[in-house]
Nanobody
Framework: EVQLVESGGGLVQAGGSLRLSCATS????????IGWFRQAPGKERLGVSC????????YYVDSVKGRFTISSDNAKNTVYLQMNSLKPEDTAVYYC?????????????????WGQGTQVTVSS
């Protein structure tokens, strides 16, 4: 059974930091790309960051470049999203997803499996 379990969300003040984790199981982690998406109320799901477990290539949406860092621990089948200098506009439910044929990292339709999400709230 494929599982992706997010953790690490919470409430933080603007300028603070959080580290999200995505623990995975049930698929060949080394062959997949793992992405982080977020969805705020009334908005579309947005691809935030992604990492390829094959070659380590990464993607960041412009609004988080320089603030967020994605990393992968292949031994633990886990991907992390370190979020620094958080802003109120980062408030959303954050989801991790995995895909084996991800041609465009920011496009959600390329991903096969999704976690349940974790809430991130940044207060001003």
């Amino acid at each position: 059974e494929v599982q992706l379990v997010e953790s690490g969300g919470g409430l933080v003040q603007a300028g603070g930091s959080l580290r999200l984790s995505c623990a995975t199981s049930g698929f060949s982690f080394d062959d997949y790309a793992i992405g982080w998406f977020r969805q705020a109320p009334g908005k579309e799901r947005l691809g935030v960051s992604c990492i390829s477990s094959r070659d380590g290539s990464t993607y960041y949406v412009d609004s988080v470049k320089g603030r967020f860092t994605i990393s992968s621990d292949n031994a633990k089948n886990t991907v992390y999203l370190q979020m620094n200098s958080l802003k109120p506009e980062d408030t959303a439910v954050y989801y991790c997803a995995s895909g084996i044929s991800v041609r465009r990292m920011e496009v959600s339709s390329f991903y096969d499996y999704w976690g349940q999400g974790t809430q991130v709230t940044v207060s001003s």
